[in-house]
């Protein structure tokens, strides 16, 4: 039997230090239940993280509204939280995140507890709106940083400096990259769904949250094969009751990928023209006009601009103001009275219009300039495996949606991988759970092993070995006794990415199991 300690910290001073004479919470926790990674085997990107700490209040210490409470006006929203493990001496983080939820149950006479409820930043992700800079000859790794450098989140607080994402390198460089995805009528995109995209086209990437290291991580297509196995399990290692077994679940012999191509116009083009001239400034105005970038080239679908090419207005050229609305006849030119200047974003621009006269006057003329980059209708490819068929029936995958893309031939050798590697049935364990406290050797890895590392499972009594990714956690920890630490692991068969690469043994032999890596 394994023991470890555990602890939960609440950043009562706000400054990250968790070094509040109260800080330490971990004298009331009851129970702690963890979840971060996929949700699903195949998932590349992973949903909200969430930590969720029951803890005992029979003084009443943490009632958020109880003058002589003990914790009173401390535990807030937006707190940074930290759960800590601490096992042979070792010590390591195990989540952090923010204080979302504070639920007492403040029964008089009954059980007197609060559940703090924490998670990770990606609710951010998903509820803002992000305007992306157009970008060309990026790779993934450089296309989502952008997100980040931007500032659309920022953890633990706003007014600290922070390292919020550890990256590898992208395998995928995209041609263009920054414009609308989303909708058509070009209203912005979330990040959320700017990264969906952006992951979508690395091909076997994953992006998710670390509450160890409190960082968003990308980890490329090449990822799996280059990580060396952390262990061996057997069968007896693992909860058979709640393992998860499947046969032939996952086989893929016919899919389509959707992808958008996507050109550059001339330098200088006119990107937005104001939609209803003439515009009437009043005296001495002083205000800000949005105008979303618009374009006549027949099937553009979307249009943005690339970042740098904005051309600040021109007087004359692009605005032009007269004393008259129709400045036409008998009409004096009011142009150097005004002062508009540009500010470019991804998908619009805003404009800042100044007015020295001391009387209305008109804006005849009002446009913008740039490098547009041009979004066209989507275009699909579609691969076969006709052996598979053959031999299982027809397979097809839902159609593979890479907005992101815009080069034909990548699209079909994704959609040609996909149906290699997934046109044979296998057998796989889609999830494993197991006793952390069972022994030194499982306590440890249910402390240290993280989202990407690598495992091989031997099962002799059903003939399985395999190995496979870790991809996603869920923990249960019950604190008193021998606190016992339940595990579950969610995790993607690497028999699905068995790619050959040349002068690395055991990935050299090209034959039935091993395929050209993208």
Do not use: C
């Not at 992973?46 to 210490?61: G, I, N």
């Not at 909860?239 to 389509?256: G, K, M, P, S, V």
């Not at 699909?380 to 080069?407: G, K, M």
């Amino acid at each position: 039997m394994a023991i470890a300690d555990y602890f939960l910290y609440a950043d009562l001073g706000r400054d990250a230090t968790y070094s509040h004479p109260l800080a330490d919470l971990s004298a009331y926790v009851e129970q702690v239940d963890y979840t971060f990674g996929m949700a699903d085997s195949f998932d590349e990107i992973a949903p909200p993280s969430e930590f969720t700490a029951v803890l005992r209040d029979p003084a009443f210490d943490i009632m958020p509204e109880r003058p002589l409470a003990r914790y009173f006006g401390l535990l807030k929203p937006g707190l940074a939280v930290r759960f800590q493990s601490r096992f042979q001496n070792e010590a390591q983080t195990q989540y952090t995140g923010r204080l979302r939820d504070f639920v007492p149950t403040p029964g008089e006479y009954g059980t007197r507890q609060a559940r703090l409820v924490v998670t990770d930043v990606m609710r951010e992700l998903q509820k803002a709106e992000y305007a992306p800079t157009m970008q060309e000859g990026v790779r993934t790794d450089e296309a989502l940083q952008a997100v980040f450098d931007d500032d659309v989140v920022a953890f633990p607080y706003t007014a600290l400096p922070d390292t919020i994402t550890a990256f590898e390198t992208g395998r995928t460089t995209f041609e263009y990259i920054g414009d609308v995805h989303e909708n058509k009528k070009q209203e912005g995109v979330s990040p959320w769904g700017y990264i969906q995209d952006v992951v979508g086209a690395e091909v076997g990437g994953r992006f998710f949250w670390n509450p160890k290291t409190a960082r968003f991580v990308f980890l490329s297509r090449r990822h799996d094969t280059e990580t060396l196995v952390s262990d061996t399990f057997t069968g007896d290692d693992f909860n058979d009751a709640d393992a998860d077994y499947r046969y032939a679940d996952h086989l893929i012999n016919a899919i389509t990928v959707n992808f958008i191509p996507r050109d550059l116009g001339a330098a200088g083009t006119v990107v937005a023209t104001y939609p209803s001239l003439p515009l009437t400034v009043s005296n001495l105005a002083n205000f800000r006009i949005t105008m979303r970038y618009r374009t006549t080239v027949t099937a553009v679908g979307q249009i943005g601009i690339v970042a740098g090419s904005g051309i600040q207005p021109v007087a004359g050229v692009d605005y032009a103001a007269t004393d008259e609305t129709s400045g036409y006849g008998a009409t004096q030119d009011r142009t150097d009275r005004l002062t508009v200047t540009a500010s470019f974003k991804g998908d619009k621009v805003v404009l800042h219009i100044v007015s020295t006269e001391n009387s209305t006057i008109y804006l005849n003329t009002l446009q913008v300039r740039a490098t547009p980059a041009y979004t066209f209708d989507r275009i699909q490819v579609s691969a076969e495996n006709a052996a598979s068929i053959a031999a299982y029936e027809r397979h097809e995958a839902e159609p593979l949606q890479l907005l992101a893309l815009d080069n034909r031939d990548f699209a079909q050798q994704v959609a040609d991988s996909i149906v290699k590697k997934s046109g044979e049935p296998i057998g796989r364990f889609a999830s494993v759970s197991f006793a952390g406290n069972a022994s030194d050797r499982m306590m440890a890895h249910a402390l240290t092993r993280a989202i990407g590392d690598k495992i091989t499972i031997v099962h002799a009594a059903i003939g399985h070995d395999s190995d496979y990714i870790i991809v996603g956690q869920r923990h249960r920890i019950a604190f008193g006794g021998e606190r016992p630490h339940r595990v579950t692991w969610t995790l993607f068969p690497a028999a699905r990415t068995r790619y050959w690469r040349i002068g690395v043994p055991g990935w050299g032999e090209l034959g039935t199991t091993n395929r050209l890596i993208l």
